[in-house]
């Protein structure tokens, strides 16, 4: 690994005024994606700005109105068994479980995941399926940005230079929301998403009120599947066959390591079919 | 007492789980440099121009090596064959080759340095699949093999020259295709195995540091220490004592270390420096450096509506990448074990080492053999279920058994491999015939068991030396090259002796190789060990063990076969009372209480094959084993869990038999990894998963929920204690058992590529008429 400068700033707009000055500067959190592409050589930066230091950043709240806030450097693991998670947004809690390993989770932080756009993740499809923001921070001012808006691509997001996500802002569902994630591998247990599905609804007496459908780590990023038809519906059979015949449609797959994009497009229409067979149950 | 047959603790295991172990990496010298190396970036180049001048002028770099370093050295080295260049000469043979190796005062200065060594190529075609490099028209790795750097083992091998086959090997019985033409029925199929990585957690490693007389010292993570001694006595026009190699735990190896990889590149450099220089791989740089052969089999076998199988033809194209290392051996001994375990009266078995534009490949646990296995095992189940006949009732009907003759003309010793497959089967309770013919079920979930058998050998003739040293205390030291390597080889070597010499295991100390003091053993590999080193450590401790029973019978005043060493005293047999301490009774043979006394064996085997012929002797022992698996198919997505799996090996007799369990273990794991998941991907030559995150090993949540391992004992005539080898045995049928079990879970729908992944089987069930939807 070539030789670099750490910083450890300890706020966030101390790192923000550093990113916003230096060239070939990264910020780094949990490290686990950003020094595997460093021992790679796929970045080389002279200075590293660590986060880690920055305390008021790893802290969970929530508001009956205005829903969650997680600090971007909140580890995933502290997502995954957070009570307050747990409670309000459940989906989002098994969506953290199910990423890497208990020691990755460890270290791996929520805002880095977020940042690191990898399209073969788990927290990014629940969470825009959740309608999550983000707060991108610089040394000037914050913004929010819609999480589906902020991913824009494999490894692409719509961070401005000198900017840093600073937190996740998940809106309160609307009662009775009830949702479910599927992750599927096709190699290791521990390895990355091929797809992963995330489906919410709102039942009522059997009947489908609202619905959304959101597939990840298939397209560059996350996919929104129209599920319109499913409204003022039971979900039988039939509607269920054209909603994963939908999605499979509407999906970019990419050919990767994790499969090729004919057997993705497939999976994506039985797992669709089956994570929404699973909202009648939840 | 009875050490043997015991599950003593683990010698080194308590450092080892509180860390307190030093493996090469730990190692620190005074003024040590750091190497790192200058890679090709391309699979094939000829090599214009490489200029180190301004990488020396670097602050912090000590020295470089580049191809004009090689002078008045052998530029070139390699086990079999002497094609593998220190640094790269002429050209670049694939993407990784080090090109040039740079000392810095730190890692990080030398990884700066990098790319200030001027070099320019001029690209070549390049080969990369086995079976386009086999063609005559392909693009020829060794151009100029026949002239400068032929074959040194030219007796043992058939080399090729001209194109891209490095060797072949071929053996035959029979009358393969009068066979087939007397046969009922002909299955011909193709199958592939991708190349995957050993895993070593340790990366290669070593640390290099000439002595002022011209003396080369090195410490190294390798499987061979007197191998590696003897290429750089070749490369640096050396003796045998002007080289020592020293070996401290080994972080695993699974043949990845076997030969000598990093360390010539070193010693050069640390010449250069003169000051010791220490080179750890980091994990891309491994899959640059070794992986195991990809290959593809074709096999053919003629049967008759009862189940007898008449005729089989087997031709194996193993991918050895850019250089022959092991490439050879491995063609040999995938070859006379490509038709399996099976009396088959006639057959013609061919296996081609291939050079390709890949990484290196070398050994890897269960060499060669696990190609073959694929391809037999699963045409196996094939034929029982054209035949209506149980697979397990058709392969018993086939297997070898004790006294048969092989296809290499040697009679079988020590077959114990029915047993292994019995109670393989039985440990997954394998319903017979059912398990094939079962009605393909509506479920999306589905169920289906398979077994699987393999036979190989171990490297023969080969020879190992033991030294023991009794001290004037009663302790004793036992003087091994052998690697421990995780293997457990401290632990089975003290028990051995510790019977010998009636010694409790904390009397024992078994060294670590030390080319300087440790006497010659051929390599930690091809599961060698317990019974090559465990028979000469037990000759050696029978000669003190005799000097010491012809000094007490003097002064016990009884006949020597009256006397027994135990509890660490000398005893009259059923005399209590009359005993003498191995300290007193050290003081009466030496005639001093102080002093060292010294019992040593040199075991050699006898054997080889006729290159021309194939027949002879292949092995001093055979391995037999089976696997059982369980698995459960998504027929939806394809994905596969195995549920439970068993393995049994005849290990001869288990020294301990725990180790052995640990070792079956592992090999079901690293099995169920090259079945299911495992593959080095390249893009035109360059690796795309060249690390633990893309290149994902089977994690604990794959492991089955059940797992059994069983020991079938039918010792071996010369084994330590009957004991045979048990490290690879349980490897080779992992990955068909899996693919029975699949292809019985889909009713006969079988993937023949591995590894078996989900869109393979989705693919497979569409052949088949459509993946349930």
Redesign the interface.
């Known amino acids: 690994m070539r030789r670099f400068e750490l910083v450890e700033p300890a706020t966030l707009h101390e790192a923000c005024d550093i990113l916003a000055d230096k060239p070939d500067v990264k910020p780094i959190a949990g490290g686990t994606a950003l020094l595997t592409l460093i021992k790679h050589g796929i970045f080389a930066p002279k200075l590293l700005v660590n986060l880690n230091k920055i305390k008021s950043a790893s802290q969970i709240n929530y508001d009956a109105g205005k829903g969650l806030r997680i600090g971007a450097l909140t580890s995933i693991y502290d997502v995954e068994n957070s009570p307050l998670v747990r409670e309000h947004y459940p989906v989002l809690a098994d969506a953290c479980h199910v990423v890497a390993n208990i020691r990755i989770r460890n270290m791996a932080t929520i805002g880095g995941n977020l940042a690191h756009a990898d399209y073969q993740s788990d927290p990014p499809t629940v969470l825009v399926a959740l309608n999550a923001s983000v707060e991108a921070m610089s040394a000037q001012s914050t913004r929010l940005i819609h999480l589906k808006d902020f991913l824009r691509g494999s490894y692409e997001t719509a961070l401005e230079p000198g900017e840093l996500l600073s937190a996740l802002v998940v809106p309160p569902t609307p009662p009775g929301l009830r949702g479910t994630y599927i992750k599927f591998t096709t190699g290791s247990s521990e390895e990355r998403p091929c797809a992963g599905i995330a489906a919410m609804a709102i039942m009522d007496d059997g009947v489908c009120k609202e619905m959304r459908l959101v597939v990840g780590a298939v397209s560059p990023r996350p996919v929104c599947v129209e599920t319109d038809i499913a409204r003022g519906e039971r979900l039988g059979p039939k509607l269920v066959e054209r909603i994963a015949a939908e999605a499979a449609r509407v999906v970019d797959p990419i050919d990767d390591l994790r499969g090729p994009a004919d057997y993705k497009r497939h999976i994506v229409a039985v797992l669709v079919r089956r994570a929404i067979n699973r909202l009648d149950h939840l | 007492m009875a050490l043997v047959g015991s599950d003593v603790a683990m010698v080194g295991g308590v450092a080892k789980v509180i860390g307190a172990v030093n493996y090469t990496p730990d190692l620190l010298f005074p003024r040590m440099l750091h190497a790192k190396a200058v890679r090709s970036p391309y699979p094939h180049a000829r090599l214009l121009r490489v200029d180190a001048r301004n990488a020396e002028k670097y602050p912090g770099v000590v020295a470089v090596i580049t191809r004009d370093d090689l002078t008045g050295l052998n530029p070139y080295f390699g086990p079999i064959v002497d094609d593998q260049p220190v640094v790269a000469t002429d050209r670049v043979r694939h993407v990784g080759e080090p090109v040039a190796l740079i000392a810095a005062e730190s ?2 200065i030398a ?2 340095a990098l790319a200030l060594v001027d070099v320019e190529y001029e690209e070549l075609p390049a080969v990369f699949d086995i079976l386009e490099a086999a063609k005559p028209m392909a693009p020829v790795l060794h151009q100029d093999r026949n002239e400068t750097h032929a074959g040194v083992h030219k007796e043992e091998f058939n080399f090729h020259l001209g194109g891209n086959v490095c060797s072949v090997f071929h053996v035959e019985d029979g009358d393969v295709e009068k066979g087939f033409r007397e046969s009922d029925e002909i299955l011909e199929n193709v199958y592939s195995l991708p190349s995957v990585q050993h895993g070593h957690i340790e990366p290669h490693a070593a640390v290099a540091y000439w002595e002022p007389s011209g003396k080369l010292v090195i410490h190294s993570a390798c499987q061979n220490p007197c191998g590696v001694q003897e290429q750089l006595a070749h490369i640096f026009r050396l003796t045998e004592n002007q080289v020592r190699v020293v070996v401290p735990y080994v972080g695993g190896g699974y043949g990845g270390k076997t030969h000598a990889r990093i360390e010539p590149a070193l010693a050069l450099l640390a010449r250069k420096a003169r000051r010791p220089v220490q080179w750890v791989l ?3 740089e491994v899959f640059l450096t070794g992986r195991r052969y990809g290959a593809v089999v074709n096999i053919k076998t003629g049967f008759k509506r009862d189940g007898s199988l008449v005729a089989r033809r087997v031709e194996i194209f193993y991918d050895i990448g850019a250089y022959a290392l092991n490439g050879p051996v491995n063609a040999k001994t995938g070859c006379y074990v490509s038709s399996g375990p099976y009396n088959i009266p006639n057959r013609s078995l061919t296996t081609y080492s291939v050079y390709t534009n890949l990484p290196p490949t070398g050994p890897f646990r269960g060499v060669g053999v696990s190609h073959g296995c694929w391809a037999y095992e699963s045409e196996m189940d094939d034929i029982a279920r054209r035949v209506g006949m149980d697979p397990l009732e058709l392969r018993l009907k086939h297997l070898v058994k004790e006294g048969d003759i092989f296809v290499t003309g040697e009679k079988l010793v020590s077959v114990g491999i029915a047993d292994c497959l019995r109670r393989a089967a039985n440990a997954i309770g394998w319903r017979g015939k059912d398990e094939q013919t079962s009605p393909p079920s509506k479920n999306k979930i589905v169920r289906g068991k398979g077994l699987a058998v393999t036979i190989k050998s171990t490297t023969t003739p080969t020879t190992s030396s033991a030294t023991i040293r009794l001290n004037s205390d009663g302790t004793a030291v036992l003087m091994t090259s052998s690697v421990e390597i995780g293997q457990g080889a401290l632990t089975a070597l003290a028990q051995i002796v510790g019977d010998e010499l009636g010694l409790p295991m904390e009397k024992i100390t078994v060294t670590f190789p030390d080319t300087d003091v440790t006497p010659y053993d051929k390599s930690t590999s091809s599961s060698r060990t317990t019974f090559h080193m465990g028979q000469a450590a037990q000759q050696a401790a029978r000669k003190i063990r005799n000097q010491l029973l012809e000094a007490g019978a003097k002064k016990l005043e009884a006949r020597s076969e009256d006397l027994e060493l135990k509890d660490g005293a000398l005893c009259v047999k059923g005399v209590p009372d009359k005993r003498m301490s191995i300290a007193e009774i050290f003081k009466a043979t030496v005639g001093s209480s102080v002093g060292s006394l010294f019992g040593s064996h040199c075991f050699h085997t006898e054997g080889g094959l006729d290159p021309r012929t194939g027949k002879g002797k292949a092995a001093v022992f055979w391995f037999f084993s089976a696997c059982a698996a369980e698995v459960e198919v998504d027929r ?4 596969v869990r195995v549920l439970r799996a068993a393995t049994a090996v005849d290990v001869g007799k288990a020294i301990h038999p725990r180790q052995c369990a640990l070792q079956n273990e592992g090999s079901l794991l690293s099995g169920l ?1 090259s079945a ?2 495992e593959e080095l ?1 390249y893009d035109n030559g360059q690796p ?2 060249s ?1 633990f ?2 290149y ?4 604990l ?2 492991h089955p929920q059940e797992f059994t391992s069983l020991l079938v004992e039918t010792p071996h005539p010369e084994g330590p204690f009957g004991a045979k080898g048990v490290g690879e045995a349980a490897l080779p049928p992992v990955a068909p058992a899996i693919g029975n079990a699949i292809a019985n879970a889909l009713g006969g729908a079988r993937v023949r590529d591995l590894p078996v ?3 393979k089987i ?1 693919a497979a069930l569409s052949r088949q008429g459509g993946p349930l ?1």
């Open positions: 890692r990080e990884e700066e980091t994990r891309d939806e997505t394809g994905k990894g299911l998941f991907a795309i998963n690390n995150l893309e994902m090993l089977p994690s949540e794959d992944k989900p869109h989705i939807t």
